[in-house]
Every structure is written in structure tokens, then in C-alpha cells.
């Protein structure tokens, strides 16, 4: 078995964080779901082999902006994987039917993640198969959400606040991947490489969409807004334009870098880390009086 699989995740290794070694750009870049490291409990109590439970990974997309630090841009990663935690929810986003024991009131049964089997401990993986042999303690969802979750929103948190600190703002750079399956397409009837999500505008000031769109289809990127994903949690949660915090969601179609059955990278994945390397810097470039408008 991959000894990444196999490996144990303590709290101290919840998160790995990047910081630049030169001068700052006033972006943050997260990456929530490209976690490898299963817990060996975790890995016992599914029913599903390793392999499959991968499926859910944002496969690569810690590499695709591990150069981002080089141009001046911290970057975040959560070691968890997805199948395990998804820290893209609420703390408690909880399917009463996994769970052995009552769940507290305050607990968020009810939210469409949770009906799609997608809550901050999900049910099932991407391709719909129950990830759990059996059912699970409440007690168990705390100590994920203390272990894991808890110091990935405090360190994303310290970065977000530190950027604006020092710039008077910052854009936070939300890094995702999507499934090639069923992914949606242009009005020319091409497939979509690249969605951003923004809220439908709440979560940052139009010239940052704006300038992401215009620099990734000058890149030669068939590129959508907000449809499918229009922003998860931390995009609703951390974008606040009003108050210097832009956040936009990007989420990146997987057969542009690799084999999805296989998870086995391609030769994609050295252009889109050099084409992502430069849009983050893009970012980076845009005038402040922009995101006043």
C-alpha cells in the first residue's frame, strides 16, 4: 500500500503551509482538497479500497501552485484528505443517518451538501459509493473537526489577516479540480477547462473575476463563471469585499493535467503550473483602486 495511505496524520501535521521567501504579492492561495495523508483508522473503518477513495482528491492541485511561493504568494495545504474532512463546508455539516448517537440541535443536518452526501464528513465519494462500513460516534466528528479542520481555518485565517495587514487587502485564491465527466461546455460546444467561482459577485469586487477571465482565455482557456461551482464555504465564508478580503474559487478540469481512472499525472501538468505560477502573479498585479469599484 502507498506508505502516504498508510501513514498516520496528527494535528501537528494538519497543514502545510508555504510562505515566500521574497517579497509579497497581496494573494493567498488555498488548496483544501489535495490531501494524501489517510489515517489508518480511517482507512479501516471504509469499505472502499484506497484507490477509490482518491477518486475524490483534487489530484495535483498542490503541485499545480507549489510554485506560487517563488513569486511572492503563501500557499496552504490541507494533508487530509477530502473523503475524510472537507474543511470547504461548515464545522458541523453532519448526516444524522451516519451517526450512531443523536447529534447535537445546533449541528447542520439540513444543508444541500448534507442531503447530497457531501457534508464536512461525507458519506459517500464522488462516484456515489457509501464510503463507511458502519456507523460512526458524534464524538468522532468533534475530534476531526479539533484536530483537522479547526487548525486549517486558523491558519488560513493568520494568512488571510496578515495579507491585508500589510497591503490593505488581499485576494484569497481558492484551489480546486473537477471531474472532465460531465463538465460543462461552451456555446461553441467546447469543453470547459476552467470555472470561477465568485457567489455571483459577492464574494469579490468584478475586476478580479474580471482580470481572471481575461488573463486565463488569453491563455487559450475555455473559461465559465459560477456554473456548476459557483464557491464553496470558503469562498461565502472568507470573501468579503467591503472589508479588503476578495475570494474566488478556481476550479480546474483534471484531464487537462491527468489520467483520471489512473490518477497518473500527464504532460499537461508542467504547463498548468506554469500558466497557474503566472496567473496567480496576475493577481497579484491588479491596480488596488479596482477592487474599491
Not at 445546533?106 to 464522488?126: F, H, M, Q
Not at 481555518?153 to 489577516?161: G, I, P, Y
Amino acid at each position: 500500500m502507498d506508505g502516504q495511505l498508510a501513514s498516520q496524520s496528527p494535528a501537528s501535521d494538519a497543514v502545510a503551509i508555504a510562505l515566500p521567501s521574497g517579497p509579497r504579492l497581496p494573494v493567498v492561495v488555498a488548496s483544501p482538497h489535495s490531501g494524501r495523508d489517510y489515517p489508518r483508522a480511517f482507512l479501516d473503518a471504509a469499505r472502499l479500497d484506497p484507490h477509490t477513495l482518491r477518486r475524490s482528491e483534487d489530484g495535483f492541485v498542490d503541485e499545480i501552485f507549489g510554485e506560487v511561493p517563488a513569486r511572492g504568494v503563501p500557499l496552504l495545504r490541507a494533508l487530509f484528505p477530502r473523503a475524510f474532512l472537507d474543511v470547504n463546508r461548515e464545522a458541523f455539516e453532519l448526516d444524522p443517518e451516519m451517526f450512531d448517537d443523536a447529534l447535537p440541535g445546533w449541528v447542520n443536518t439540513r444543508s444541500p451538501r448534507v442531503v447530497a452526501g457531501l457534508g464536512t464528513i461525507a458519506r459517500i465519494v464522488a462516484q456515489g459509493k457509501d464510503i463507511y462500513r458502519g456507523k460512526l460516534r458524534f464524538a468522532e466528528a468533534v475530534e476531526r473537526v479539533e484536530r483537522y479542520y479547526t487548525p486549517y481555518h486558523a491558519a488560513l485565517r493568520r494568512l488571510v489577516d496578515e495579507t491585508r495587514t500589510e497591503f490593505g487587502r488581499t485576494i484569497l485564491l481558492d484551489a480546486h479540480s473537477m471531474p472532465s465527466q460531465g463538465a460543462s461546455r461552451t456555446p461553441g460546444g467546447r469543453s470547459v477547462d476552467i470555472v470561477l467561482g465568485d457567489c455571483y459577485g459577492s464574494a469579490c469586487a468584478p475586476a478580479v473575476t474580471e482580470a481572471a477571465e481575461q488573463w486565463l482565455t488569453g491563455c487559450g482557456y475555455a473559461v465559465t463563471r459560477n456554473t456548476p461551482y459557483a464557491g464553496g464555504f470558503t469562498t461565502r465564508h472568507y470573501g468579503r469585499p467591503r472589508a479588503g478580503v476578495h475570494a474566488l474559487q478556481i476550479e480546474l478540469n483534471r484531464a487537462l493535467y491527468m489520467e483520471e481512472a489512473t490518477l497518473a499525472p500527464t504532460k499537461g501538468l508542467a504547463r498548468l503550473t506554469a500558466d497557474m505560477t503566472d496567473f496567480v502573479a496576475a493577481l497579484g498585479a491588479i491596480e488596488p483602486e479596482a477592487l474599491l469599484r
